[in-house]
C-alpha cells in the first residue's frame, strides 16, 4: 500500500457502518457495513468483513461475508472464505481458497 490516503483496521478492531475513502484500506480486524473506495482493499487473514465492497481492486486472505463486492478485479487467496456475490471484471482464486455464491463477470 502507498503511503498517501490510507486506512489500516488492526486486529481488536470492530468498525460498524459504511467506510468510504480514495485510498487503499487493509483490514486486519472485522467490518460490518459498506466499503466504498477508489483504490484498493486488502482483508488479511485475521480480517473479516461482513456486509457490502464496491472497490478497484480486492484481495481476500480473510473472512468475508457480503451482500455483494463490485470491483474490477478480485483475488481470493489459498486462505480465502467468502460467502456472497460477485460482480467483476477478472478474478484469481487459489487452491485452497472457499467461495460460496455467485460470480458474474462484468462486460
Known amino acids: 500500500m502507498s503511503e498517501s490516503n490510507n486506512c489500516y483496521i488492526?486486529?481488536?478492531t470492530i468498525?460498524?457502518?459504511t467506510i468510504?475513502?480514495?485510498?487503499?484500506?487493509?483490514?486486519?480486524?472485522?467490518?460490518?457495513?459498506?466499503?466504498n473506495t477508489?483504490?484498493?482493499?486488502?482483508?488479511?487473514?485475521?480480517?473479516a468483513v461482513d456486509g457490502e465492497l464496491v472497490t478497484n481492486f480486492a484481495e481476500i486472505a480473510g473472512k468475508m461475508e457480503l451482500k455483494k463486492i463490485d470491483s474490477q478485479s478480485v483475488r481470493f487467496t489459498s486462505t480465502a472464505r467468502f460467502k456472497g456475490d460477485i460482480e467483476v471484471n477478472s478474478i484469481e482464486v487459489e487452491?485452497?481458497?472457499?467461495?460460496?455464491?455467485?460470480?458474474?463477470?462484468?462486460k
Not at 477508489?38 to 480480517?47: F, P, Y
Open 10 to 12: 488492526a486486529s481488536g
Open 15 to 17: 468498525i460498524r457502518g
Open 20 to 35: 468510504t475513502s480514495n485510498g487503499d484500506i487493509r483490514v486486519d480486524g472485522v467490518i460490518s457495513g459498506t466499503v
Open 38 to 47: 477508489q483504490g484498493r482493499l486488502i482483508v488479511g487473514e485475521a480480517g
Open 95 to 106: 487452491p485452497g481458497a472457499q467461495i460460496e455464491g455467485h460470480i458474474s463477470m462484468k
